[in-house]
T-cell receptor
C-alpha cells in the first residue's frame, strides 16, 4: 500500500476557476505535510506546508484532516502560470513520502 | 545564491560501470537526501543523512551507496549500475529533522544501457 495517494488528473481548468486537489495518507504516525509544485521534469519546489489549523497563502489554501488522513489544496482564481504538477508530501520520522502528483493545466 | 547543485546533469552509461553523482549544498543544512523519480511511481527516497557521518536507508536503497564526509556534500554512488536504475535523480537538503522544507537540486537524468 502506498504511503501517499493522489488523483493523477489531469485537471484542465479555465483561467479564473477554482480547483481542489486531495491527497490521502496511510500512516497515522505522519508528522508533517507539504504541497510541492513541479514544473515539467524540473526540481520540485515547496508551495506550502500544511498545518492542522489550515493555512492560506494568497490564492492557495491548504487543509489537513488528521482523523480522515487527508490533505487538500485549493487554488482560487487560477492563472496560466499555475499549470504544473502538484505533489503531496508526508513526513514520517526522518523520511519523506511523495504522492505521484496531480497534473493541472490552466487553459486561457 | 542558496542552492543545491548536482553533477552531472545528464549521463548515459553501460551496465556495470561504476559511477558517482555529486551533490553539494551551500546552505549549511544538516539534512540531505537522494530521490529517484519514475513515471507512475513519483519520487522515492533512496538514502538520507541527518548529519556528517550519519546516513540511513530510504525506501529504495538497493544498488546505491552514499557517504557524508562533509556537511555540504552527499554523493550518490552506483557501484554496478543496471538498466532498472535508469531514472531521474534529485538531491535535496533541508534545515533540520524531517519537519522542514527541502530544497532540491536540478536533477540528474541517468540512462543505463
Amino acid at each position: 500500500r502506498k504511503e501517499v495517494e493522489q488523483d493523477p488528473g489531469p485537471f484542465n481548468v479555465p483561467e479564473g476557476a477554482t480547483v481542489a486537489f486531495n491527497c490521502t495518507y496511510s500512516n497515522s504516525a505522519s508528522q508533517s505535510f507539504f504541497w510541492y509544485r513541479q514544473d515539467c521534469r524540473k526540481e520540485p519546489k515547496l508551495l506550502m506546508s500544511v498545518y492542522s489549523s489550515g493555512n492560506e497563502d494568497g490564492r492557495f489554501t491548504a487543509q489537513l484532516n488528521r482523523a480522515s488522513q487527508y490533505i487538500s489544496l485549493l487554488i482560487r482564481d487560477s492563472k496560466l502560470s499555475d499549470s504544473a504538477t502538484y505533489l503531496c508530501v508526508v513526513n514520517i520520522g526522518n523520511q519523506f513520502y511523495f504522492g505521484t502528483g496531480t497534473s493541472l493545466t490552466v487553459i486561457p | 545564491e542558496a542552492q543545491v547543485t548536482q553533477n552531472p546533469r545528464y549521463l548515459i552509461t553501460v551496465t556495470g560501470k561504476k559511477l558517482t553523482v555529486t551533490c553539494s549544498q551551500n546552505m549549511n543544512h544538516e539534512y540531505m537526501s537522494w530521490y529517484r523519480q519514475d513515471p507512475g511511481l513519483g519520487l522515492r527516497q533512496i538514502y538520507y543523512s541527518m548529519n556528517v557521518e550519519v546516513t540511513d536507508k530510504g525506501d529504495v536503497p538497493e544498488g546505491y551507496k552514499v557517504s557524508r564526509k562533509e556537511k555540504r556534500n552527499f554523493p550518490l554512488i552506483l557501484e554496478s549500475p543496471s538498466p532498472n536504475q535508469t531514472s531521474l535523480y534529485f538531491c535535496a537538503s533541508g534545515g533540520g529533522a524531517g519537519y522542514n522544507e527541502q530544497f532540491f537540486g536540478p536533477g540528474t537524468r541517468l540512462t543505463v544501457l
